[in-house]
């Protein structure tokens, strides 16, 4: 069989597909992708995101600018930071006895001579009761004495002129000298009754000093359980509550007294060898960074000494600085007393040359 015969037969042999049956033709679509984001490529949201950030760093960049602390300083003038203190004061029982009022609490303005609490002072009330009983008592008796001691200078002075009488009439011979003579022990009598009633009357006058003096001491107990401020000052703590019991030396309030408000800064050796004291200088707080308080040196160590933890730089710790301390005028830091608090930092600057003037950010108002 021929090759042309074998494709005759199996041509004959394959039979033909329905229409029905035909594949579907397959057509070429263009390739679309769906609309994808490159990578890298910012979402909708981070333009105005990115606008923003740069709009706060400028805002804060603008803001350090404008309260930044004064820079570029004179070489006449020396600076660092601290924090301002006040001097500490405990008001503190001076006997046992138990808290029976409380006239103010913590962060109280107070005024010198201001009462603050009361202790329980019936026991003490009781026994000035009983001083001024005996005071009265020596009164009544010293009253007594007198009376018997005019008695008694009025006997002596009868006495003494029943004597002059008699030594007339003894000289006349109208009288005896056995009757001069009872009228000169008659004297004797009075004269000795008198000193007794002068004695009476010293022993008196000394018990009613004795009896006045202890009630003095009680009166002056009574107003010690007054607790008083010693200065003007605010209450930093209040450590006892009413009702309690306390012993002697046991401590109700501390207070800070506002009119002695200073910064202690640490200064190299160059600048604080031509620091006097009495020195002008500002102290600058964070918390008013526009405002400059005008104060005076009034501290300046004998000794170099290591600085303390709120020097800020590693290489200013290294060192060996001196402390200076700058105080507040009092008058001014009592009229400032709600600004100038212990406890905020800030920035003092001291000059160490006088004719070096101060810079337009830290002039001050020296009449404030």
């Not at 005996?134 to 009376?147: E, F, M, R």
């Not at 020097?311 to 600085?321: A, G, H, N, S």
């Not at 001196?322 to 830091?333: L, T």
Request: hydrophobic letters at 45%.
């Amino acid at each position: 069989m021929s090759t042309d015969d074998n494709v005759d037969v199996h041509a004959d042999c394959i039979a033909p597909m329905p229409e029905t049956t035909r594949l579907p033709a397959v057509v070429a679509l263009p390739l679309v992708l769906p609309a994808t984001e490159k990578k890298g490529t910012p979402r909708h949201w981070l333009k105005p995101a990115l606008l923003l950030l740069v709009l706060l760093a400028a805002a804060i960049g603008v803001g350090t600018w404008w309260f930044r602390p004064p820079t570029g300083l004179p070489p006449g003038i020396a600076s660092g930071n601290g924090r301002l203190e006040a001097d500490e004061i405990d008001i503190d029982t001076k006997f046992p006895g138990r808290i029976a009022k409380l006239f103010a609490d913590e962060g109280d303005l107070t005024t010198a001579g201001e009462v603050l609490a009361l202790m329980d002072t019936q026991d003490l009330q009781a026994s000035l009761k009983q001083d001024q009983a005996l005071i009265l008592q020596a009164g009544q008796t010293l009253n007594a004495a007198k009376s018997a001691l005019a008695q008694q200078t009025s006997q002596v002075l009868y006495a003494q002129q029943e004597i002059a009488r008699t030594q007339a009439l003894v000289g006349k011979g109208f009288a005896t000298r056995e009757q001069l003579d009872n009228r000169t022990q008659v004297l004797a009598s009075a004269l000795a009754g008198q000193r007794a009633a002068e004695s009476v009357i010293g022993e008196q006058l000394q018990a009613l000093q004795a009896a006045t003096h202890a009630a003095e001491v009680i009166e002056a107990n009574i107003n010690n359980d007054s607790l008083v401020s010693p200065r003007d000052g605010r209450i930093e703590y209040r450590v006892a509550n009413v009702g309690e019991v306390l012993a002697a030396g046991g401590k109700v309030f501390t207070i800070l007294d506002t009119a002695y408000v200073y910064m202690d800064i640490y200064l190299s050796t160059r600048s604080a060898g031509r620091i006097k004291l009495g020195s002008d200088a500002r102290i600058v707080l964070d918390s008013y960074p526009t405002r400059a308080f005008p104060a005076k040196v009034v501290f300046v160590a004998a000794q170099a000494q290591f600085t303390p933890k709120t020097v800020e730089t590693k290489d200013e710790r290294d060192l060996l600085m001196f402390r200076v301390r700058v105080r507040i005028d009092s008058g001014r830091a009592r009229a400032h007393a709600a600004e100038v608090r212990s406890g905020l930092p800030g920035m003092a600057y001291v000059q160490t040359d006088p004719l070096v003037a101060w810079p337009a950010a830290l002039q001050g108002d020296a009449s404030k």
